[in-house]
Protein backbone atom coordinates (compact mmCIF):
# COMPACT_ATOMS: atom_id res chain seq x y z
CA UNK A 1 0.00 0.00 0.00
CA UNK A 2 0.98 3.49 -0.60
CA UNK A 3 1.66 5.51 2.84
CA UNK A 4 -1.36 8.11 3.31
CA UNK A 5 -0.43 11.55 4.66
CA UNK A 6 -2.32 12.68 7.76
CA UNK A 7 -4.60 14.92 7.40
CA UNK A 8 -5.48 17.69 10.19
CA UNK A 9 -8.96 19.17 9.16
CA UNK A 10 -8.19 22.17 10.82
CA UNK A 11 -5.95 22.81 8.07
CA UNK A 12 -6.70 24.38 4.89
CA UNK A 13 -6.86 21.84 2.36
CA UNK A 14 -4.32 23.74 0.12
CA UNK A 15 -1.81 26.80 2.11
CA UNK A 16 0.85 27.72 -0.21
CA UNK A 17 3.57 30.38 1.35
CA UNK A 18 6.34 32.61 -0.50
CA UNK A 19 6.42 29.86 -3.27
CA UNK A 20 9.47 30.56 -5.88
CA UNK A 21 10.32 27.61 -8.49
CA UNK A 22 13.26 28.73 -10.90
CA UNK A 23 14.57 26.31 -13.78
CA UNK A 24 17.89 27.11 -15.11
CA UNK A 25 17.95 30.72 -13.06
CA UNK A 26 15.05 31.78 -14.72
CA UNK A 27 11.89 32.31 -12.70
CA UNK A 28 8.89 30.52 -13.08
CA UNK A 29 6.43 31.37 -10.03
CA UNK A 30 8.36 33.69 -7.94
CA UNK A 31 6.62 34.63 -4.06
CA UNK A 32 3.35 33.15 -4.21
CA UNK A 33 1.08 33.11 -1.08
CA UNK A 34 -2.79 31.52 -1.22
CA UNK A 35 -4.89 29.20 0.41
CA UNK A 36 -8.07 27.36 -0.15
CA UNK A 37 -10.52 25.44 1.86
CA UNK A 38 -12.88 22.70 0.61
CA UNK A 39 -15.46 22.81 -1.87
CA UNK A 40 -13.86 25.80 -3.25
CA UNK A 41 -13.98 26.15 -7.15
CA UNK A 42 -11.16 28.32 -8.51
CA UNK A 43 -9.90 29.23 -12.18
CA UNK A 44 -5.97 30.13 -12.39
CA UNK A 45 -6.09 32.58 -14.94
CA UNK A 46 -2.97 33.66 -16.92
CA UNK A 47 -1.30 33.54 -20.53
CA UNK A 48 0.87 30.61 -21.90
CA UNK A 49 3.96 30.58 -19.58
CA UNK A 50 2.99 31.72 -16.87
CA UNK A 51 3.66 29.16 -14.77
CA UNK A 52 -0.31 27.35 -14.65
CA UNK A 53 1.50 24.13 -15.15
CA UNK A 54 4.26 24.80 -12.43
CA UNK A 55 1.97 25.65 -9.63
CA UNK A 56 -0.28 22.47 -10.05
CA UNK A 57 2.79 20.08 -10.08
CA UNK A 58 4.16 21.45 -7.35
CA UNK A 59 0.48 20.69 -5.83
CA UNK A 60 0.34 17.40 -6.79
CA UNK A 61 3.66 16.96 -5.24
CA UNK A 62 5.54 15.56 -8.37
CA UNK A 63 7.49 19.07 -8.68
CA UNK A 64 9.99 20.53 -6.10
CA UNK A 65 9.50 24.20 -5.42
CA UNK A 66 13.31 26.55 -5.00
CA UNK A 67 11.80 27.78 -1.95
CA UNK A 68 8.85 28.28 -0.09
CA UNK A 69 6.36 25.58 1.04
CA UNK A 70 2.93 23.69 -0.26
CA UNK A 71 0.97 22.85 3.06
CA UNK A 72 -2.14 20.06 1.99
CA UNK A 73 -4.51 19.28 5.21
CA UNK A 74 -1.39 21.03 7.07
CA UNK A 75 1.24 18.24 5.96
CA UNK A 76 3.55 18.46 2.73
CA UNK A 77 2.38 17.27 -0.68
CA UNK A 78 4.20 13.86 -1.26
CA UNK A 79 1.94 11.08 -0.01
CA UNK A 80 -1.38 13.04 -0.48
CA UNK A 81 -3.68 10.22 -2.34
CA UNK A 82 -5.95 13.04 -2.12
CA UNK A 83 -4.57 15.03 -4.47
CA UNK A 84 -5.51 14.41 -8.92
CA UNK A 85 -4.05 15.99 -11.79
CA UNK A 86 -5.49 16.34 -14.84
CA UNK A 87 -3.07 16.88 -17.63
CA UNK A 88 -3.66 18.54 -20.67
CA UNK A 89 -5.13 16.13 -23.06
CA UNK A 90 -2.17 16.94 -25.55
CA UNK A 91 0.21 15.11 -23.21
CA UNK A 92 -1.79 11.87 -23.20
CA UNK A 93 -1.04 8.87 -25.85
CA UNK A 94 -4.83 8.37 -27.06
CA UNK A 95 -3.39 5.32 -29.61
CA UNK A 96 -2.52 3.09 -26.12
CA UNK A 97 -4.73 0.36 -25.91
CA UNK A 98 -6.02 0.64 -22.96
CA UNK A 99 -10.44 0.96 -22.16
CA UNK A 100 -11.83 3.64 -20.31
CA UNK A 101 -12.83 1.17 -17.34
CA UNK A 102 -9.12 0.65 -17.32
CA UNK A 103 -7.70 3.98 -16.83
CA UNK A 104 -10.57 4.95 -14.21
CA UNK A 105 -9.21 1.72 -12.57
CA UNK A 106 -5.53 3.35 -12.71
CA UNK A 107 -7.52 6.15 -9.74
CA UNK A 108 -6.86 3.23 -7.33
CA UNK A 109 -3.90 2.04 -7.53
CA UNK A 110 -2.90 4.42 -4.29
CA UNK A 111 -5.42 2.09 -2.65
CA UNK A 112 -4.65 -0.91 -3.82
CA UNK A 113 -0.56 -0.79 -4.73
CA UNK A 114 1.34 -1.48 -7.32
CA UNK A 115 0.86 -5.23 -6.99
CA UNK A 116 -2.39 -4.64 -5.12
CA UNK A 117 -5.31 -6.42 -7.55
CA UNK A 118 -8.87 -4.98 -8.14
CA UNK A 119 -11.43 -5.97 -5.86
CA UNK A 120 -15.57 -5.88 -6.36
CA UNK A 121 -15.26 -2.68 -4.17
CA UNK A 122 -12.84 -1.26 -6.53
CA UNK A 123 -14.73 -2.54 -9.23
CA UNK A 124 -17.92 -0.87 -7.85
CA UNK A 125 -15.55 2.75 -7.36
CA UNK A 126 -15.30 2.87 -10.84
CA UNK A 127 -18.64 2.02 -12.21
CA UNK A 128 -19.89 4.68 -9.99
CA UNK A 129 -17.74 7.09 -10.89
CA UNK A 130 -18.16 6.64 -14.58
CA UNK A 131 -22.48 6.95 -13.72
CA UNK A 132 -21.56 10.40 -11.69
CA UNK A 133 -19.78 11.44 -15.41
CA UNK A 134 -22.17 10.04 -17.26
CA UNK A 135 -20.16 7.74 -18.91
CA UNK A 136 -21.19 3.87 -17.66
CA UNK A 137 -22.18 2.97 -21.62
CA UNK A 138 -18.66 3.89 -22.84
CA UNK A 139 -16.67 1.80 -20.10
CA UNK A 140 -15.12 -0.16 -22.51
CA UNK A 141 -14.41 1.74 -25.11
CA UNK A 142 -10.72 2.56 -26.53
CA UNK A 143 -9.69 5.62 -24.98
CA UNK A 144 -8.71 7.17 -28.67
CA UNK A 145 -12.23 6.77 -29.55
CA UNK A 146 -13.61 9.53 -26.74
CA UNK A 147 -14.08 12.86 -28.14
CA UNK A 148 -12.57 15.85 -26.23
CA UNK A 149 -15.32 16.01 -23.59
CA UNK A 150 -15.65 12.37 -23.00
CA UNK A 151 -11.36 12.94 -22.56
CA UNK A 152 -11.86 15.10 -19.51
CA UNK A 153 -15.22 13.34 -18.04
CA UNK A 154 -13.10 10.13 -18.24
CA UNK A 155 -10.14 12.29 -16.49
CA UNK A 156 -12.57 13.34 -13.95
CA UNK A 157 -13.84 9.48 -13.30
CA UNK A 158 -10.46 8.45 -12.50
CA UNK A 159 -10.68 10.98 -10.22
CA UNK A 160 -13.35 9.84 -7.71
CA UNK A 161 -12.47 6.38 -8.45
CA UNK A 162 -9.21 7.82 -6.35
CA UNK A 163 -11.50 9.34 -3.87
CA UNK A 164 -9.80 12.78 -4.57
CA UNK A 165 -10.26 15.63 -2.27
CA UNK A 166 -8.76 18.02 -4.46
CA UNK A 167 -8.73 18.55 -8.41
CA UNK A 168 -5.91 19.92 -10.01
CA UNK A 169 -7.51 20.32 -13.69
CA UNK A 170 -4.83 21.79 -16.06
CA UNK A 171 -6.77 23.60 -19.21
CA UNK A 172 -9.91 20.90 -19.42
CA UNK A 173 -11.46 23.22 -21.40
CA UNK A 174 -9.38 23.88 -24.31
CA UNK A 175 -10.40 22.81 -27.68
CA UNK A 176 -14.00 21.54 -27.00
CA UNK A 177 -16.95 22.81 -28.40
CA UNK A 178 -19.38 24.76 -26.46
CA UNK A 179 -22.04 22.27 -25.27
CA UNK A 180 -18.66 20.02 -24.23
CA UNK A 181 -17.54 22.90 -22.03
CA UNK A 182 -20.90 23.61 -20.84
CA UNK A 183 -21.35 20.21 -19.76
CA UNK A 184 -18.11 19.83 -17.84
CA UNK A 185 -18.34 23.08 -16.01
CA UNK A 186 -21.89 21.38 -14.48
CA UNK A 187 -20.28 18.31 -13.82
CA UNK A 188 -17.98 20.88 -11.72
CA UNK A 189 -20.98 22.30 -9.87
CA UNK A 190 -21.98 18.24 -9.34
CA UNK A 191 -18.03 18.20 -7.77
CA UNK A 192 -18.60 21.31 -5.64
CA UNK A 193 -21.95 19.40 -4.09
CA UNK A 194 -19.52 16.48 -2.89
CA UNK A 195 -16.98 19.15 -1.64
CA UNK A 196 -14.67 18.30 -3.70
CA UNK A 197 -11.58 21.42 -4.36
CA UNK A 198 -11.79 22.17 -8.01
CA UNK A 199 -8.50 24.18 -9.68
CA UNK A 200 -8.72 24.67 -13.61
CA UNK A 201 -6.19 26.33 -15.41
CA UNK A 202 -7.64 28.42 -18.13
CA UNK A 203 -7.04 31.30 -20.39
CA UNK A 204 -10.94 32.67 -20.34
CA UNK A 205 -11.26 35.56 -17.91
CA UNK A 206 -14.89 35.96 -18.83
CA UNK A 207 -15.62 32.27 -18.42
CA UNK A 208 -13.88 31.72 -15.11
CA UNK A 209 -15.89 34.89 -13.70
CA UNK A 210 -19.16 33.05 -14.44
CA UNK A 211 -18.71 29.60 -13.16
CA UNK A 212 -15.89 29.82 -10.39
CA UNK A 213 -15.99 31.17 -6.86
CA UNK A 214 -12.59 33.10 -7.12
CA UNK A 215 -10.38 33.69 -9.53
CA UNK A 216 -6.31 33.81 -9.54
CA UNK A 217 -4.61 35.82 -11.89
CA UNK A 218 -1.23 34.61 -12.31
CA UNK A 219 1.62 35.67 -14.41
CA UNK A 220 4.95 34.24 -12.80
CA UNK A 221 3.76 36.43 -9.88
CA UNK A 222 0.10 36.05 -8.15
CA UNK A 223 -1.46 39.39 -9.57
CA UNK A 224 -4.57 39.20 -8.06
CA UNK A 225 -7.17 36.48 -5.67
CA UNK A 226 -10.40 36.67 -5.04
CA UNK A 227 -14.21 37.16 -6.12
CA UNK A 228 -14.79 38.10 -9.98
Known amino acids: MYPHTHHQPDQPILDIQRLSVRYEGRGALENISFHLHAGE ?8 GAGKSTLFKVVAGVLT ?4 EVRVYGSGPGGHVCIAYLPQR ?5 RFPV ?3 DVVMMGRIAKLGWLGWPKKRDWDFVHTALETVGMADLAKR ?7 GQQQRMFIARALAQEAELMLMDEPLTGLDTPSQEGLLALLGDLQQRRVTVMVAT ?14 LLNHSLIAFGSA
Do not use: C, K
Request: no cysteine; aromatic share 8%.
Open 203 to 216: HDLEQAARYFDRIL
Open 41 to 48: RVAVVGPN
Open 90 to 94: SNVDW
Open 99 to 101: SVA
Open 65 to 68: PTDG
Open 142 to 148: QIGELSG
